[in-house]
């Protein structure tokens, strides 16, 4: 059973520094391409970042450029996120995906909690 | 790639037929998918390539279009299907998600 659970996530000041890991299970995970979604308190999906099997591959969206840095760990099956300079703006549930090598995301983890406030 | 969704809300009743509209800026030919997400949950895939259904998910469900226009039609709407639903496109980074549309009931 394919499964992926985030944790990282809690409450940091503006300015301040995240690190969210991603564990996955259940399936072959260097073969596949991992990304980040993050959705802000009653607003919807917003892609963050993605980061093939290889490693070759790393894109991020334009608000995250420069201050997010994905990266993974293959002998240990997990995913991260590193955050700085965290903002207001960054305040969401975070949620790791796999990319079905379709850039479709056909399983989620149950997401994360970042908070960024004074 | 910006998407739009429409409409943004909509109520109906069970056994109703639904139909929510995407639109790309920019062609995308058959590159888009479709999530389910209920409160407090993660997004779950319904269709890929505009109109494959995945593996699991009810034959109610029907994704079509290309190119610039989709849609996502739900054929008889049951209770569990009363959700929110984005379409992302996949054919070109970043892969942006739409606003989503929001169904609930009538």
């Known amino acids: 059973e394919v499964q992926l659970v985030e944790s990282g996530g809690g409450l940091v000041k503006p300015g301040g520094s995240l690190r969210l890991s991603c564990a996955a299970s259940?399936?072959?995970?260097?073969?596949?391409?991992m990304i980040w979604v993050r959705q802000a308190p009653g607003k919807g999906l917003e892609w963050v970042s993605s980061?093939?099997?290889?490693?070759?591959?790393?894109y991020y969206a334009d608000s995250v450029k420069g201050r997010f840095t994905i990266s993974r760990d293959n002998a240990k099956n997990s995913l991260y996120l590193q955050m700085n300079s965290l903002r207001a703006e960054d305040t969401a549930v975070y949620y790791c995906?796999?990319?079905?090598?379709?850039?479709?995301?056909?399983?989620w983890g149950q997401g994360t909690l970042v908070a960024v406030s004074s | 790639i910006q998407l739009t969704q429409s409409p943004s809300s909509l109520s109906a009743s069970v056994g109703d037929r639904v139909t929510i509209t995407c639109r790309a800026s920019?062609?995308?030919?058959?590159?888009l998918a479709w999530y389910q997400q209920k409160p407090g949950k993660a997004p779950k895939l319904l269709i890929f390539?505009?109109?494959t259904l995945q593996s699991g998910v009810p034959s109610r469900f029907r994704g079509g279009g290309s190119g610039t226009e989709f849609t996502l039609t739900i054929s008889s709407l049951q209770p569990e299907d009363f959700a929110t639903y984005y379409c992302?496109?996949?054919?070109?980074?970043?892969?942006?998600f739409g606003p989503g549309t929001k169904v609930d009931i009538k």
């Open positions: 995906a796999r990319d079905d090598f379709g850039g479709n995301n056909d399983y």
């Open positions: 259940g399936f072959t995970f260097s073969d596949y391409t």
């Open positions: 980061l093939s099997g290889n490693t070759r591959y790393i």
């Open positions: 920019q062609g995308i030919s058959s590159f």
């Open positions: 390539a505009a109109s």
């Open positions: 992302q496109q996949v054919n070109s980074y970043p892969f942006t």
